[in-house]
């Protein structure tokens, strides 16, 4: 099957610099266009902005959390139904109900899986352009 000429726009909003540089490749290698934000504040004067295609959200972050942060993207007009994917190493009980409760459409545990990664990512953009 042909790949389609243009790719969606992800944003990552992960402040460690290693994952960050993974989701990079990965996504790059995959021809997505990439947005990052290294924060929070750093993701919401992007998303003043710019709609991507779809979110991946770190959960731990300094300053506001990806918690606080989802639910605030929530409510910015034109990103309600952008999917936002929540990139976690938080994984004991009730972990991933907290994330989908804030407003997470899916859950992606750290260490991430390669394979894992682009087939939630691919899952969800499908999933939006059905909709």
Sequence with gaps: MAQPEKKSTILCVEDNPDNRMLVRRILLAEGYKLLEATNA??????????????????????????????????????LGRVPILALTANVMRGDKEKTLEAGCDGYIQKPLDIDQLTREIERFLTRRANV
């Design 41 to 78: 504040f750093e993701a919401i004067d992007l998303l003043e902005t710019t709609t991507p295609d779809l979110i991946l959200m770190d959960i731990n972050m300094p300053d506001m959390d990806g918690y606080t942060l989802t639910t605030k993207i929530r409510s910015m007009p034109g």
